[in-house]
């Protein structure tokens, strides 16, 4: 008897530490690949765009630190910085290229605005930093799907590899917030990064998410899904 419940004893122990490690092993899967299990039906004819003039802005002596007050006009006026993170839609770009989505960055619609209408459909990330000729293109292309709030917001220059901020986010005035007077700015929506109430509206233009999906968008395959509907 005194065997057996040694026995018993030990395959209990293996039987909660497997079970824990595949808990964790699922939940590690769960936060960081989920979206992997789903499978995106409606892709084709759909472009997103890269915010690369955001990366740029949100880069260290950038505009930020200009807001902040910690550096002087010269951070309004910036070489591109190619490298994106959570400010730039780094997880969702991550997300949208294991699915094979067209992808072009700010600098293509800029430089070729019409580029939009080859595609049923554009889908804008944070794209908040664009230029006044990738404005009118995105606002004027009547499929849009913004998958993040506080798009459209800042207006820049580009030329010759570098942005200056123009207007917008209280400059050159304070009372200045959308540097477009965009209509349909959701620039408050942005800071919902839970996205427990997520939902896509309707706009004159296409769709827009009323939360920011950056720190959920791995594991979301709910709103992966939706975009997928509204792609159809």
């Known amino acids: 008897m005194k065997q057996f419940s040694n026995k018993h004893g030990i395959m209990l122990i293996l039987t909660v530490v497997i079970s ?16 992997r299990f789903y499978k995106f039906k409606n892709k084709d004819n759909v472009i997103v765009v890269i915010p690369i003039f955001t990366s740029t802005a949100y880069q260290k002596h950038g505009f930020y630190d200009y807001y902040r007050s910690e550096c002087n006009s010269d951070c309004l006026s910036l070489s591109i910085n190619y490298q ?9 770009v991550e997300v949208l290229k294991w699915y094979k989505f067209k992808m072009i960055t700010d600098i293509d619609v800029n430089n070729n605005p019409k580029i939009l209408l ?4 554009v889908i804008i990330l944070h794209n908040e930093y664009v230029t006044q000729n990738e404005f009118n293109a995105i606002t004027s292309h009547p499929n849009v799907i913004y998958l993040y709030p506080n798009a459209l917001y800042g207006k ?14 209280g400059f050159p005035e304070s009372e200045i917030a959308n540097g477009f007077d965009w209509k349909d700015d959701n620039h408050d929506m942005e800071y919902d990064t839970k996205c427990l109430n997520w939902n896509f509206y309707k706009i004159s233009n296409g769709y827009m998410l009323n939360c920011y999906p950056e720190l959920v968008i791995k594991q979301r395959v709910d709103i992966l899904k939706k975009l997928d509907e509204i792609l159809q």
């Open 20 to 35: 824990t490690i595949i808990i964790a092993i699922t939940a590690i899967m769960y936060e960081t690949e989920t979206y």
């Open 156 to 169: 820049v220059n580009y030329d010759n590899y570098k942005i200056t901020l123009i207007r917008g986010h």
């Open 118 to 121: 080859e595609y049923k459909t």
């Open 84 to 92: 994106l993170n959570r400010t730039s839609s780094k997880d969702a």
